[in-house]
């Protein structure tokens, strides 16, 4: 597959609103490369101060790289992101340069871009995200590690939408427990479904390219005894009635499972719901409640909503 790299200079004020411009345009992932950044202490985990490359960053403000696949919808995707980005001024929010540009990246210098920016995280209480190619030490002896080579999957485990459906993974998850995972991008849901004591755990997508990479992180994770990887759309066909089904899609893909996802669910199961951007907080609300489950916990990180619903 081919993709696309649409790089944007604008400052720092801008970047959250961006971002969700860009994931809302279906970017499977952003890279932002901040002047800030070069002038920050910083230590690798054995203490040692490090440099970064001062080629890697603008001199001034931020820079924005985003991938979108090559397809014949591309022209209008970037227009409407020009739009929606010269739209922000109407809000009052400095775009500074708001230099846009676009090139051709392959499959492999997608896959690579990430890497230098992509450093173990703890991201709760419990897990701590870790990159395949680092080397990593647990700090606590109960910490959970989730080794992850996210390539060219979503889910490099650290955006919001992510880290908040893995805290509600930790509050609902019980041992034993049958867990669905609808979209699991780079698998690091479902990992961390097996890791809290899940006995069972399905993790679809409707992308080959995300299959592919959640069995090489399940296996990495050894996992692959409770997880079951599937290409499937959303549950179509799913008929194994689950505790838990946590589903990371945006909004409008939500909104078209939420009477499966409660058909599916034991009596006292949870949905977990994440990628909702503010805006559309109500109207998946509305939905949740419309399909029967009552709202146990709304979880909020930046512009993303979070809810925890019970049957
Ligand atoms: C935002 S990513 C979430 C990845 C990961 N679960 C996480 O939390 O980091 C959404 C994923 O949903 C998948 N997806 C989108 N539409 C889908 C559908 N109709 N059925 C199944 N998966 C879908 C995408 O391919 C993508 O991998």
């Known amino acids: 597959m081919k993709w696309s790299e649409i790089s944007i ?25 901040d002047s800030f950044e070069l002038y920050k202490e910083r230590k690798d985990q054995f203490g040692e101060i490090y440099e970064l490359d001062p080629h890697d960053y603008p001199d001034e403000g931020v820079i924005m790289k985003a991938y979108l696949p090559v397809n014949s919808f591309l022209g209008e995707t970037v227009e409407e992101i020009k739009q929606a980005i010269n739209n922000l001024i109407l809000f009052n929010i400095d775009i500074g340069k708001n230099k846009v540009t676009i090139s051709e990246v392959h499959e492999e210098e997608w896959a690579t871009a990430w890497k230098k920016y992509y450093h173990p995280v703890k991201i709760s209480s419990k897990f701590t995200i870790v990159p395949t190619w680092e080397e990593y030490e647990p700090v606590k002896t109960d ?74 992180n399940v296996k990495l994770n050894k996992v692959d005894a409770k997880v079951t990887v599937k290409q499937n759309n959303l549950l179509d066909g799913i008929n194994q009635k689950a505790n838990i089904i946590v ?32 805006q559309k907080r109500k109207e998946v609300e509305d939905a949740l409640l419309q399909a029967g489950f009552t709202i146990e916990e709304t979880l909020v990180m930046e512009d993303w909503i979070t809810f925890i619903a019970k049957k």
């Open 9 to 33: 200079h604008t400052t720092n004020e801008a970047v959250e609103p961006i971002s969700n411009i860009l994931y809302e345009a279906g970017a499977s992932g952003i890279v932002i490369e």
């Open 143 to 216: 910490e959970l590690i989730i080794e992850l080579d996210p390539g060219m999957a979503f889910g490099t485990g650290t955006h919001p939408t992510t880290v908040m459906s893995i805290q509600a993974l930790e509050r609902t998850v019980k041992p034993g427990d049958f867990v669905i995972d609808v979209g699991t991008g780079s698998g690091v849901l479902s990992i961390a479904a097996a890791l809290l004591q899940a006995d069972e755990v399905l993790a679809l997508d409707l992308d080959e390219i995300a299959v592919q990479s959640a069995k090489l």
């Open 247 to 278: 589903g990371n899609l945006l909004a409008e893909i939500i909104l078209r499972f939420t009477n499966d996802a409660h058909a599916l669910l034991k009596d006292g199961g949870y949905f977990i719901t994440s990628g909702i951007i503010n």
